[in-house]
């Protein structure tokens, strides 16, 4: 956060004030902010924080989405399915390379 000073006219001593982050005003459902606001009664938590939370999720979800989507893909194309499995066959033996655990 940045700090600003800001002078106290009654005692004349300078104290630092804490200025907020930006924070963008965004239009939402009124029946969104109803969830918004039972979930952040329920969770001790801003309704910022589990907006942000909740944005979060949904980027890991399409990321895992946008993964499985490729690994379909790959999975149609024979020829590069066997090439990965082949791949795999390879490196399952890794751990049987003759060095001791230590």
Known sequence: MVSAIKSNKKSGRRQLKEKQPATPLVRIFASDKVFLETLSSERSQT??????????????????????????????NAKAWGEEKKERRLYENTLLDGIADR
Do not use: C, N, T, V
């Open 47 to 76: 309704m910022p924080q589990i907006l942000h939370s909740i944005i979060g999720k949904y980027k890991r979800q399409e990321f895992f989405d946008d993964l499985a989507g490729a690994y379909a893909e790959l999975k149609a």
